[in-house]
């Protein structure tokens, strides 16, 4: 693939990355900025276009996790315990508690691995 980057308007850069959150081309251009009017037809125009599908590709190889992750994520989450996040109040309700998940480091686990995987 090449780089294509270079090639996309700004437009077309934002396109790109709303494509990536909607999965719908009319919304996509509508969020990128082109025209109510016109958004149905330069979406399904910007998805015939080679560059932009090059882009398009490269984000979903820079974006896509492996195996290995998605394992690993699911395995993290099932061992989970969500009285991190929970408090019983002197009433008995519950209620969130973020200082417990901040005590135990939960959300600077989660951050490392953001971090790590960009």
Do not use: H
């Given at each position: ?13 934002v ?6 959150r ?12 082109y025209?109510e ?15 932009i ?9 820079e ?5 290995d ?6 395995g ?17 309700q ?17 951050r ?7």
């Open positions: 693939m090449t780089d294509t980057s270079k090639k996309l308007t700004d437009k077309q850069q396109f790109v990355e709303e494509y990536l909607c999965w719908n081309a009319s919304e996509a251009a509508r969020r990128a900025g025209s009017k016109t958004a149905r037809q330069i979406g399904e125009q910007n998805l015939s276009k080679l560059d599908q090059e882009k398009i590709q490269a984000r979903i190889a974006l896509k996790m492996s195996a992750e998605v394992l690993s994520r699911l993290e989450q099932a061992r989970g315990d969500i009285g991190d996040f929970i408090a019983v109040t002197k009433s008995g519950p209620r969130l508690c973020l200082k417990r998940a901040r005590r135990r480091k939960i959300f600077a686990k989660m490392q691995r953001v971090l790590k995987r960009f």
